[in-house]
């Protein structure tokens, strides 16, 4: 399966339903050190009906460091494992 890496933020209107998203970003306490979040989102609102939006956002890596390329290749495999077509990235 191939897996689209998006450089960008999901936007406010997307069509994917399950995703993953990355985000990067220098250590407070040094800033030589980057921490990677990865979390999947599964967005299960019902646009038929008139139900207020319902996403289940499952936190897989937290604030650990590593480089962008290794937080972004690593959510990557996990996609391609899951069957998620959509990677969401910070970094641009």
């Given at each position: 399966m191939d897996v689209r890496v998006v450089c960008a933020l999901p936007p406010m209107s997307y069509s994917e339903k399950d995703y993953v998203r990355v985000h990067t970003c220098?250590?407070?306490l040094d800033d030589t050190v980057t921490l990677a979040t990865i979390e999947?989102?599964?967005d299960k609102t019902?646009?038929?009906e008139?139900?207020?939006?319902r996403k289940r956002i499952k936190?897989?890596?937290?604030r650990q460091?590593?480089?962008?390329?290794?937080?972004l290749g690593l959510a990557t495999s996990y996609a391609e494992r899951k069957g998620i077509?959509?990677?969401y990235s910070d970094r641009t």
């Open positions: 220098t250590d407070p999947r989102i599964v019902n646009i038929t008139e139900a207020p939006a936190t897989l890596i937290e460091p590593m480089t962008p390329d290794e937080a077509p959509v990677v």
